[in-house]
């Protein structure tokens, strides 16, 4: 697995696998827009990022590195 699709799959499952700072700074590209640590918490702002980081999961499980 890539260090991209680990910060992809951290983001969507909510279970880190790389360097926080790096899921951070996607999930701040995905909402276009500064995302303090403290809303990371919020159920809201987490159903956002999957629903943001879904497509590029989908992705990920559609590939030929899965397995």
Do not use: W
């Not at 697995?1 to 983001?11: L, R």
């Not at 696998?17 to 403290?38: A, G, W």
Request: hydrophobic content about 35%.
């Amino acid at each position: 697995m890539t260090e991209k699709e680990k910060i992809i799959v951290s983001a969507y499952t909510g279970y880190l696998m790389c360097d926080f700072s790096k899921v951070h700074e996607y999930i701040q590209e995905i909402l276009e827009r500064p995302v303090y640590t403290h809303e990371l918490a919020d159920s809201n702002i987490q159903e956002e990022i999957r629903e943001k980081s879904k497509l590029d999961f989908i992705k990920i499980c559609g590939s030929e590195n899965v397995g």
